[in-house]
Nanobody, 122 residues
Framework: QVQLVESGGGLVQPGGALRLSCVVSGSAVSIDAMVWYRQSSGTQRELVAT???????NYADSVKGRFTISRDDAKNTGYLQMNNLKPEDTAVYYC????????????????WGQGTQVTVSS
């Protein structure tokens, strides 16, 4: 029943900005860690940003200073703010979350979003 629903992708010009959202819906859960990945056509999936414990963050070198990962645990929602976008940021972006299942004895499960397309082009 739990699923991750991503939104916020689209077509933007170089230098533009987008904010991706990842809503965790379904049974009662608590987010342990949330991760954003991206994958271009024919390439290996790349880790973009992580947030662990609600505060510890890490970023790929290619997005440092431009992207910001955050989350609102009260809404069970994660975000990826992407500023100063470049054509090389074009990819499908995926949300991944490690969740504590509150009504299932605090077991830990991992879920993936369906992906949202980000295209940066003039």
């Amino acid at each position: 029943q739990v699923q991750l629903v991503e939104s916020g992708g689209g077509l933007v010009q170089p230098g533009g900005a987008l904010r991706l959202s990842c809503v965790v819906s379904g049974s009662a859960v608590s987010i342990d860690a949330m991760v954003w990945y991206r994958q271009s056509s024919g390439t290996q999936r790349e880790l973009v940003a992580t947030i662990i414990g609600g505060s510890k963050t890490n970023y790929a070198d290619s997005v440092k200073g431009r992207f910001t990962i955050s989350r609102d645990d009260a809404k069970n929602t994660g975000y990826l703010q992407m500023n100063n976008l470049k054509p090389e940021d074009t990819a499908v972006y995926y949300c991944n979350a490690d969740l504590w299942m509150i009504l299932e004895g605090l077991t830990r499960k991992t879920y993936w979003g369906q992906g949202t397309q980000v295209t940066v082009s003039s």
